[in-house]
């Protein structure tokens, strides 16, 4: 096996998997199950989707679960999104709080 090969797991790259070659079509972060982030792939002709999931292997999967494993991502995204400006609404009103103290 070639180690020193490096690739680039990014969408529009080709990546070889095995031995298919396959293009990456998009990148899903990890979802928290101790399972590092996926890759949805689709062959160079475009007729089959893929999702990988480093060091676990390829698995042929259909459009219809492809669509459910991006708004799924694009859920968990906006989940974490408004965790993020909730945090950061009480963030700002502890340091309103703070400032009263020291005027």
């Known amino acids: 096996m070639n180690t020193k090969t490096r690739q680039a797991w990014i969408p529009g790259q080709t990546v070889k998997v095995g ?3 396959l293009v990456v079509k998009a990148q899903l972060a990890a979802t928290g199950d101790g399972l590092p982030g996926a890759f949805i792939l689709t062959n160079a002709a475009g007729t089959q989707l893929y999702r990988s ?3 676990n292997g390829v698995e042929k999967i ?3 679960e492809a669509t459910a494993l991006l708004a ?3 859920e968990a995204a906006a989940r974490a999104t408004f965790r993020a ?3 950061a609404k009480a963030d700002a009103l502890r340091a309103a ?3 009263t103290l020291f005027a």
């Open 19 to 21: 031995f298919l070659s």
């Open 53 to 55: 999931i480093p060091f």
């Open 62 to 64: 259909s459009a219809i």
């Open 72 to 74: 799924a991502q694009e």
């Open 85 to 87: 400006l909730q945090k």
């Open 97 to 99: 709080e703070i400032s």
